[in-house]
């Protein structure tokens, strides 16, 4: 089974920056498409990019221009560079496959932003 570990959450300010990673067990390298997701206080977790083992990367319209996806087969991560914070992302970020979940999740890491 493969387990999931995220890390890199903080608390920081408006317009300020982090970078989350999310470390495999082992062979991302398995599924086409890994992405990352949050949850938002007293809201559902929802999906804010994913990335193809091309490379190739959608995003919410949200963090468009914000936040950027990579992946490393070979390390087996996942990361999200994200810039310009806005208090709206504060939440917790957990990565999975994407579209469709097919692990288990991990306990996330925890962004604030504050003003």
């Known amino acids: 089974q493969v387990q999931l570990v995220e890390s890199g959450g903080g608390s920081v300010q408006v317009g300020g920056s982090l970078r989350l990673s999310c470390t495999a067990s082992r062979y991302i390298n398995r599924f086409k498409r890994m992405a990352w997701y949050r949850r938002a206080p007293g809201k559902e977790r929802d999906l804010v990019a994913d990335i193809d083992k091309d490379e190739s990367a959608n995003y919410v319209d949200s963090v468009k221009g914000r936040f950027t996806i990579s992946r490393d087969n070979a390390k087996n991560t996942v990361n999200l560079q994200m810039d310009s914070l806005k208090p709206e992302d504060t939440a917790v970020y957990y990565c999975?496959?994407?579209?469709?979940?097919?692990?288990?999740w991990g306990l996330g890491t925890q962004v604030t932003v504050s003003s």
């Open positions: 999975n496959t994407g579209p469709n979940i097919y692990l288990y």
